[in-house]
């Protein structure tokens, strides 16, 4: 069993994005901008905006994080992305999901210009994704397609099993995984909550990713042996002991699946750290399509 250590590689990524920023500004560009919107105080939300500002800061682009109280109105929240849209000075931006109840995502998403659309949820960009043309990925797929890469993980002919039908993490993999070429190739099932006889389909995966988003829902019985497994769950349970008081736990029961595996991601130090660094990385495409840069 080989663990796959995200905080490895997305700090190997992050060294490369500050050094291609340094070349940047060496030649005279301005640094690329992220900007963060982040609506109410739901905590987990403002760890995760805590850590794309510290990305920023560790590959040297500008950022900055817009603080809107839990009852911000639509209207309210349109004007904040209307005029960040408007901005030259910003390269991309997102808006932290989830939102506050009242708030529709969707209309959110789509409200954000294609062209500063970082996270890669507008249906434009989405649409672009998946009929292979250019286009900002998803962040937590894209950094999946990373961590394959680095560890140089086969993927033609393999069967991949995604669970979890998700805009965000679970559609996405599951077509990336089946493009040509390399990461990809792959033979690809999208499992759901209506899934018949998942335990079965699940152990025939060569490649099994979790994104259903239920705490060590993926036991040792349902992965086939040598399988590679992807844990992009992140639920927080309380643990008193802890100074955080919390602990996170993924879709997979870690410790009973890993003897099974040839490779398995550890949560947290998995999947969670790639998704920061993919952000940065459609940070920088979007400042270099921003400036003319087209090397
Ligand atoms: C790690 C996210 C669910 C819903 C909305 C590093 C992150 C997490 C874990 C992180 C996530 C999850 C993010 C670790 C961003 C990933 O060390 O394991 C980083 O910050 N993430 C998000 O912005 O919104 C979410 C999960």
Known sequence: MKLIDGKEVSAALKRKIAEEVEQMVAAGYRRPKLVAVLVGNDGASQVYVGHKERACGEVGFDSEVIRMSADTTEEELNAVIDRLNADDSVDGFIVQLPLPSHLSEQSVIERVSPSKDVDGFHPETTGRMISGLDAYLPATP???????????????????????????????????????????????????????????????????????????????????????????????????????????????????????????????????????????QNTLKAARKHLGITK
Not at 244 to 250: I, K, N, T, V
Request: one cysteine or more; glycine letters at 12%.
């Open 142 to 280: 894209a950094g999946i397609l990373e961590l394959i890469k680095y560890y140089g993980i086969e993927t033609a002919g393999k069967h991949c099993v995604v669970i979890g039908r998700s805009n965000i993490v679970g559609r996405p993999i599951a077509n990336l995984l089946s493009m040509k070429g390399y990461p990809g190739d792959c033979t690809v099932t999208l499992c759901h909550s209506r899934t018949k006889n998942l335990k079965e389909v699940v152990k025939s995966g060569d490649i099994v990713i979790a994104a259903l988003g239920i705490a060590e829902f993926v036991t040792a019985d349902m992965i086939k042996e040598g399988a590679t497994v992807i844990d992009v769950g992140i639920t927080r349970v309380e643990a008193p002991e802890r100074k955080s008081g919390f602990r996170l736990l993924g879709d997979v029961k870690f410790d009973e699946v890993a003897p099974h595996c040839s490779y398995i991601t550890p949560v947290p130090g998995g999947v969670g750290p790639m998704t920061i660094v993919c952000l940065m």
